[in-house]
């Protein structure tokens, strides 16, 4: 049904998506220039690059989000998902989140900014049985589930294989992601469980399956070793050549036979395109992103714009990150001004501050252009990096609070 919208004077931009490029538009875009709505079934930014750590309780969930309502209240938002452009008559179909009524909207500049979905490879058994790390219901799924394993694996008359099991963390998937997370779990084990579940703190296993021959595919190779040594130091098991053939309830199975029992599982494995970006009739690359010019503009179209990880620029290889997310989007917003006023604005360049990754005890990867740092420096860098790209004045103050918290009283265990 057709939704009745105000009537407007200044042009109507629809930007899909709350993430890391959509957000970067709204934040910066000229309300006074463009009449906006935006559309996203998740009503906040949040800062991915934190995730991890709250998947142990490192940092809490609400610490690295920030409403869109809040963030910029002159913009119109709604709790939906886009599920059709028409381009013709310049209308996107939308669908709400909480009861599936469906809308339209009409735009004159459109901006999809819709990231990407879990890429499972079409492996049996991933989305039934393994968590993902993605969104923070995934962190809170993962966090309650470490807490069942530890509490089940407490119980007395447990069998022992049932045990050693439910004490078998095993992430999927050696990219930073993976990597973070496992580095969080290995601090949670040895700061904190040590005195809650010390019976069984002894017994937990951290293993990480990589199905190509490294781990930190993307980082430089010194650093990739020096993170080798660390994981060994701290008894995660790093195998890799170990692709996963499928994912049981309770076992992972190799595409050479082996069987691996767990407690639980997180595939970290890669990403793909979301549903939207999947169906949409643009011109599309290989791995189904959808292609822009140097302007951001789809290819063949006019007035409709795409950035961050459902986007790929013609002739680029730019990396699926929040970097180049929040730089198109930076761009975009003052570049759609431009032609709002009718003038062609300068092609986008990106500037890449390099790579860091979390590896646990306090040492952290800097892989910069210039610098290859690692160790506790790297981790002061890391953690001072972070603390100045959240989004918000509140945002910072809470993770400083959480950051602090852990350090006097350790991660909450409470299952709830
Ligand atoms: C755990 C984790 C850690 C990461 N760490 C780092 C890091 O340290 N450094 C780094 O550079 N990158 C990191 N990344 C990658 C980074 O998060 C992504 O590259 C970045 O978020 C991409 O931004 P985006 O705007 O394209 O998509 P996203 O930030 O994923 O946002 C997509 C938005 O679109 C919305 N959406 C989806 N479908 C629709 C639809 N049909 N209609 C409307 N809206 C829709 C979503 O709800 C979401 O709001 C990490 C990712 C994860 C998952």
Known sequence: MKQPHPPVTRPRLVIL??????????????????????????????????????????????????????????????HAECVGIHQRRREIRCKGMLDGRRFVLPYDYLVIAVGSSIATYDVPGVRQHALFLKELSDAR????????????????????????????????????????????????????????????????????????EEILGGFDGALRA????????????????????????????LRDGTVIPFGLAVWSGGIGPTDLARTLPFPRDSASRIVVDEYLRIKETSRLFALGDCSSVEGKHYPATAQVAQQQGKYLAKALESYARGLLPVPFRYKSYGMLAYIGEGKALADLESVKGRGFAAWVFWRSVYITRLVSVKNKILVLFDWMKTFIFGRDISRF
Not at 55 to 62: H, L, S
Not at 149 to 165: F, G, T, W
Not at 227 to 252: L, N
């Open 141 to 212: 799924a993962i966090r309650q589930k470490i807490i069942e394993c530890l509490e089940q694996a407490s119980q007395p008359n447990i069998p022992p294989d049932v045990r050693k099991r439910q004490l078998h963390f095993v992430v999927v998937g050696g990219g930073p992601t993976g990597v973070e997370f496992l580095a969080e779990m290995h601090d949670f084990v040895v700061k904190d469980l040590r005195k809650s579940f010390p019976t069984v703190v002894g017994d937990v296993k951290l293993t990480l399956l990589e199905a190509t």
């Open 17 to 78: 998506g709350t993430g890391f490029g959509a957000f970067s538009v709204i934040k910066r875009i000229n309300t006074r220039v463009f009449d906006i709505t935006v559309v996203s079934p998740r009503n906040h930014f949040l800062f991915t690059p934190l995730l991890p750590s709250t998947t142990v309780g490192t940092i809490e969930f609400r610490s690295i989000i920030e409403p869109v309502r809040i963030a910029r209240p002159e913009t119109r938002y709604y």
């Open 226 to 253: 020096y993170t080798r040594k660390v994981f060994k130091r701290q008894r995660i098991d790093v195998r890799t050549r170990s692709p996963v053939a499928r994912v049981g309830r309770t076992h992972i199975v």
